[in-house]
């Protein structure tokens, strides 16, 4: 983990078809790229910076989203995401989270993840279904 310093920036993108809308995702009346579809690409950029540094049987899980969601993005377009990361405290990682279609900046805010011991967090998981 000492690895994990303030400005690791990631990327992800993504071009808009029927399945990323909002009409798709129930989140809204619209056939425009969804709030849900955005934050999920956030937290990929943020996730695909981080993940390769962590020690084996690590990973990070969201924990906290704080975004706005400023234009809409038609099917066709494409939306990228970046990520920064702004600390780290302990297992606390936050990061500074921005999409852009190819016009505009579509979205914008903060997102935190926390390191899991993989196993542990599955196991834990799997142990509700009891």
Do not use: C, W
Request: aromatic share 4%.
């Amino acid at each position: 983990m000492n690895s994990l310093k303030p400005g690791i920036k990631g990327e992800a993108a993504v071009v808009v078809d029927d399945s990323d809308t909002a009409l798709a995702y129930g989140s809204g009346g619209v056939p425009v790229f969804a709030t849900p579809a955005m934050i999920g690409l956030m937290e990929k950029a943020a996730l695909s910076s981080v993940e390769p540094l962590l020690e084996d049987g690590m990973t990070t899980v969201g924990t906290v989203l704080n975004v706005q969601h400023l234009a809409a993005t038609p099917v066709g377009m494409r939306v990228t995401a970046t990520s920064e990361l702004t600390e780290v405290a302990g297992r606390r990682l936050v990061f500074l989270v921005e999409a852009r279609d190819d016009v505009e900046v579509v979205g914008r805010g903060t997102h935190e993840r926390f390191i899991v011991t993989q196993k542990k967090f599955l196991d834990r998981a799997a142990s509700k279904k009891k």
